[in-house]
């Protein structure tokens, strides 16, 4: 379902940038937190923030937001190596 159909608003987007003053639950903060964590900095993710994640979400649920996210970036990311992230107008 997409995200507008669950509520998801542009001032919900935009709020991201300023995550920790978002008025978001704190499990949607901790998931975002891990979306960031997995883009950025995957290799220094210790077990104190999974530690946190157990406490919000089941294994199952840490795996799943991990595959999702994981599905994002590469798609994200091959957006930018073909330099589709801003296409042109097709002129016409």
């Known amino acids: 379902m997409p995200a ?9 987007v935009a709020s991201l940038a300023h995550l920790e003053d ?4 704190y499990r949607e903060k901790l998931a975002v937190r891990f979306a960031e ?16 994640l ?14 999702i996210t994981g599905q994002f970036i590469g798609y994200g990311r091959l957006l930018a190596m ?9 002129e016409g």
């Open 82 to 90: 073909l330099d589709l992230e801003n296409p042109e107008e097709p």
């Open 22 to 25: 978002a008025d978001l639950p």
């Open 54 to 67: 157990r406490r919000e979400f089941s294994d199952a649920e840490i795996f799943e937001l991990g595959m």
């Open 4 to 12: 507008v159909q669950q509520g998801m608003t542009e001032e919900m």
């Open 37 to 52: 964590r997995m883009a950025t900095e995957h290799q220094n993710v210790d077990d104190v923030f999974f530690a946190e």
